[in-house]
Antibody, heavy 116, light 107 residues
């Protein structure tokens, strides 16, 4: 059974850092395209990043230079390191597997709130 | 960046009725368009990929059509569990963009 479970969200002050984790079971992170997608409260969906099977990552312009994606093949985990957080980064963050360019399996999401 | 515009913003229908949702792209996305359903407090669920292919486990009442810049998601007969927000997403221009969503609500 495929499962993605995000963790690491919470309340953080502007300028702070958080690391989100995505624990995956049922498929191998290292051989799949993976993404982070976020959804601000009451808003639509926004790509944050895409990580290709070769490990390269593409980040959205809105987070470029502040967010970094990594993965741990031994643990089958995906991470999102978020630095210099802003109020506009407040959102539910989902990790998802990408197949044929479309996210097919999603986690339940983790809420990040950036506020003083 | 390719912009996807969904219409209408809200669709008020009764169970058993047919729902027709539209997604228009600012430039051609070929056939690389998907549809998602999202219910409150839940992650999106993939319904349709590459215009008309149903994802695993998706009922046959959901169908997709279109090409180029104009796409449609049709729900042939609404079930109570179909009332939700629907998003389109394109992958022609990587990493792709999402539409702003159409809410299908009970009339």
């Amino acid at each position: 059974e495929v499962q993605l479970v995000e963790s690491g969200g919470g309340l953080i002050q502007p300028g702070g850092s958080l690391r989100l984790s995505c624990a995956v079971s049922g498929f191998t992170v290292a051989t799949n395209y993976m993404s982070w997608v976020r959804q601000a409260p009451g808003q639509g969906l926004e790509w944050v990043s895409v990580t290709y099977a070769d490990g390269n990552t593409h980040c959205a312009d809105s987070v470029k230079g502040r967010f970094t994606v990594s993965r741990d093949s031994s643990k089958n985990m995906l991470y999102l390191q978020m630095d210099s957080l802003r109020a506009e980064d407040t959102a539910v963050y989902y990790c998802a597997r990408i197949i044929r360019g479309h996210p097919d399996y999603w986690g339940q999401g983790t809420l990040v709130t950036v506020s003083s | 960046e390719i912009v996807l515009t969904q219409s209408p913003a809200t669709l008020s229908l009764s169970p058993g009725e047919r729902a027709t949702l539209s997604c228009r792209a600012s430039q051609s996305v070929s056939s690389y368009l998907a549809w998602y359903q999202q219910k409150p407090g839940q992650a999106p669920r993939l319904l349709i990929y590459d215009t008309f292919n149903r994802a695993t486990g998706i009922p046959a009442r959901f169908s997709g059509s279109g090409s180029g810049t104009d796409f449609t998601l049709t729900i042939s007969s609404l079930e109570p569990e179909d009332f939700a927000v629907y998003y389109c997403q394109q992958r022609n221009n990587w990493p792709g963009t999402f539409g702003q969503g159409t809410k299908v609500e009970i009339k």
